[in-house]
C-alpha cells in the first residue's frame, strides 16, 4: 500500500509559477516510477511528466515542455511539478501517481494503467 498526497495547487495569473509537491509514504519510494496528470472538467485524464526511480529519465508531454519540469528527492520521498509560465489551459486537477512494478520510465509511462496508486490531486486554476 502506498500513500500518495499532493499539495502545492492554487490560483495563480497566467505567467506565473506554482510547484506542486507530492508526498509519498508506504515503500521504498526510490524503486518506483512515479507520474502526474491532470484533469480538466469534462476532459480525460491526461498525462503530464514522469520521471524514473532514480531521477535521472525524465518524459514530458510536449503541450509541457519547456515550462514543467517533474523532478524528486528520494530523501524526502517526494516528487516535485515546477510549474512556469502558466496558461489558463493549464488549469485543471492534478494528480500524482506511482509504479510500483518498475523504477523505469518503460512501457507507456503516458497511459494512466501504468500506474497503480494515486494521489487525491491538487487544483490548480490559472487566470486570464
Known amino acids: 500500500q502506498v500513500q500518495l498526497v499532493e499539495s502545492g495547487g492554487g490560483l495563480v495569473q497566467a505567467g506565473g509559477s506554482l510547484r506542486l509537491s507530492c508526498a509519498a509514504s508506504?515503500?521504498?519510494?526510490?524503486?518506483?516510477?512515479m507520474g502526474w496528470f491532470r484533469q480538466a472538467p469534462g476532459k480525460e485524464r491526461e498525462f503530464v511528466a514522469a520521471?524514473?526511480?532514480?531521477?535521472?529519465?525524465?518524459y514530458h508531454a510536449d503541450s509541457v515542455k519547456g515550462r514543467f519540469t517533474i523532478s524528486r528527492d528520494n530523501a524526502k520521498n517526494t516528487v516535485y511539478l515546477q510549474m512556469n509560465s502558466l496558461k489558463p489551459e493549464d488549469t485543471a486537477l492534478y494528480y500524482c501517481?506511482?509504479?510500483?512494478?518498475?523504477?523505469?520510465?518503460?512501457?507507456?509511462?503516458?497511459?494512466?494503467?501504468?500506474?497503480?496508486?494515486w494521489g487525491q490531486g491538487t487544483q490548480v486554476t490559472v487566470s486570464s
Open positions: 501517481a506511482v509504479n510500483t512494478r518498475s523504477p523505469w520510465l518503460t512501457g507507456t509511462p503516458r497511459s494512466p494503467t501504468q500506474y497503480d496508486y
Open positions: 508506504g515503500r521504498t519510494f526510490s524503486n518506483y516510477a
Open positions: 520521471i524514473s526511480g532514480s531521477g535521472i529519465a525524465t
